[in-house]
């Protein structure tokens, strides 16, 4: 059986997966990060999963400081977790993580993550891009959003939409 607990981090770890497949439906905004990324000394493919995780663990923080159940994520406004973003240390970020996670993928992420965070110099500078880049995507989904206080819900509708998330 599964956990509200890992429920909860599967709701977080999903809407990481999400963000930057929505933010590229302008294909410029795929060249610029890519660019970033370059310039930063950052593979795109390890920054891009980077950023993934780094909504999920903002997002989670957010819940944990908050007490949000996996069936109030939806709900969860969706600059709270840009906030988290920027606002919280990387350690605090990576504090209350499930044990095990049910995906190896995010259980490698975290460990990158956390490792990065630990090691500093040139890496903590990447974490430092990282969630601005992460910060700025969520800002510029808000803006697209007819509402006016985007939620998590909000951005998993439109990746529905979209055709961006498994039935």
């Not at 981090?9 to 890519?34: K, S």
């Not at 969520?138 to 998993?156: I, K, N, Q, Y």
């Amino acid at each position: 059986m599964t956990s509200d607990h890992d429920m909860l981090w599967r709701r977080c770890a999903d809407l990481g997966c999400v963000l930057l497949p929505l933010m590229d439906q302008e294909p410029w905004r795929r060249t610029r990060r890519r660019e970033n990324l370059r310039t930063w000394g950052i593979d795109t493919v390890e920054g891009e999963r980077l950023i993934e995780v780094f909504a999920a663990l903002a997002a989670h923080a957010v819940v944990a400081e908050a007490a949000v159940s996996a069936a109030e994520f939806d709900a969860l406004p969706l600059s709270a977790v840009a906030e988290a973003a920027t606002g919280k240390r990387d350690i605090e970020l990576l504090a209350g993580l499930p044990g095990t996670f049910a995906d190896g993928r995010d259980g490698q992420a975290v460990d990158l993550f956390r490792l990065y965070a630990y090691q500093g110099g040139q890496t903590s500078r990447w974490l430092f891009h990282l969630s601005r880049e992460l910060r700025h995507t969520l800002l510029v989904l808000a803006e697209r959003s007819p509402m006016s206080s985007p939620t998590c819900g909000d951005v998993f509708r439109r990746a529905a939409e979209a055709g961006l998330l498994q039935p």
